[in-house]
């Protein structure tokens, strides 16, 4: 495979205390930071409200990619696209009207991308391929971090990219992706990672982007 690589750092299990330092440490060698919002409706876990959220998008030397896990997802992905996300997330369980959202989430300039769980099939939403940036296949239940990683999420990742053909759209995996499961996950077909524990919870997180993406770039 010769797509690009992109390396997306969660922060979720990054120090919430002092996040823009957090941010600092991996700025220069990640391509864009993953926001985790929780509402404690579609997932049960909190992280930031609307606020707090607009603050670290409008601070951060990353270009942030927001990835929304709350119900309701119609009203909040165009919040968070005219907050300054360079993308929005939402979860095609969450929306009532995806094309619509698609369409809102863009026209606030803004990449869109649909996450689907590991229950929601593909197959349902090939209507939004011709739409989307993005296509996030998660490969743990959304919530928490450091979970492990869904091995037969693999085969949607593979459908998917099939199903993509030559569209310039991203597949992003999210969820227990580490040393151990980067090429697993790259094989299949995915090109965009995030990666929450394995970053922040290492004593070297650059390196740690760096070794990732060395992984994800052999293959
Ligand atoms: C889980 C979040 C993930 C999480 C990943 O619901 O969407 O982005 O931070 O964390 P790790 O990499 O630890 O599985
Ligand atoms: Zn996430």
């Given at each position: 495979?010769?797509?690009?690589?992109?390396?997306?750092?969660?922060?979720?299990?990054?120090?919430?205390?002092?996040?823009?330092?957090?941010?600092?440490?991996?700025?220069?060698?990640?391509?864009?930071?993953?926001?985790?919002?929780?509402?404690?409706?579609?997932?049960?876990?909190?992280?930031?409200?609307?606020?707090?959220?607009?603050?670290?998008?409008?601070?951060?030397?990353?270009?942030?990619?927001?990835?929304?896990?709350?119900?309701?997802?119609?009203?909040?992905?165009?919040?968070?696209?005219?907050?300054?996300?360079?993308?929005?997330?939402?979860?095609?369980?969450?929306?009532?009207?995806?094309?619509?959202?698609?369409?809102?989430?863009?026209?606030?300039?803004?990449?869109?991308?649909?996450?689907?769980?590991?229950?929601?099939?593909?197959?349902?939403?090939?209507e939004f391929l011709d739409a989307v940036d993005m296509v996030l296949i998660m490969t743990v239940e959304p919530g928490f971090g450091g979970q492990k990683f869904?091995?037969?999420?693999?085969?949607?990742?593979?459908?998917?990219?099939?199903?993509?053909?030559?569209?310039?759209?991203?597949?992003?995996?999210?969820?227990?992706?580490?040393?151990?499961?980067?090429?697993?996950?790259?094989?299949?077909?995915?090109?965009?990672?995030?990666?929450?524990?394995?970053?922040?919870?290492?004593?070297?997180?650059?390196?740690?982007?760096?070794?990732?993406?060395?992984?994800?770039?052999?293959?």
């Amino acid at each position: 495979m010769t797509s690009e690589i992109r390396i997306t750092p969660s922060i979720l299990n990054a120090d919430f205390s002092k996040l823009q330092s957090e941010i600092q440490k991996i700025a220069s060698v990640s391509d864009l930071l993953h926001l985790d919002i929780m509402d404690n409706i579609f997932v049960p876990n909190f992280t930031f409200d609307f606020d707090k959220a607009s603050e670290i998008i409008s601070q951060s030397s990353l270009p942030v990619d927001s990835h929304l896990m709350v119900a309701d997802a119609d009203a909040i992905a165009v919040q968070y696209a005219e907050a300054g996300s360079a993308s929005v997330t939402f979860h095609v369980e969450a929306a009532r009207d995806i094309r619509a959202t698609i369409s809102s989430i863009k026209r606030h300039g803004a990449r869109a991308s649909i996450a689907l769980k590991p229950a929601t099939k593909i197959d349902d939403y090939l209507e939004f391929l011709d739409a989307v940036d993005m296509v996030l296949i998660m490969t743990v239940e959304p919530g928490f971090g450091g979970q492990k990683f869904m091995a037969h999420m693999m085969e949607k990742v593979t459908k998917t990219r099939k199903l993509i053909g030559d569209r310039p759209i991203w597949i992003q995996v999210d969820g227990g992706i580490s040393l151990e499961t980067i090429e697993i996950a790259r094989e299949a077909g995915a090109d965009t990672f995030v990666a929450g524990s394995a970053v922040f919870n290492s004593p070297e997180p650059a390196e740690m982007v760096n070794k990732l993406r060395q992984l994800a770039s052999s293959i």
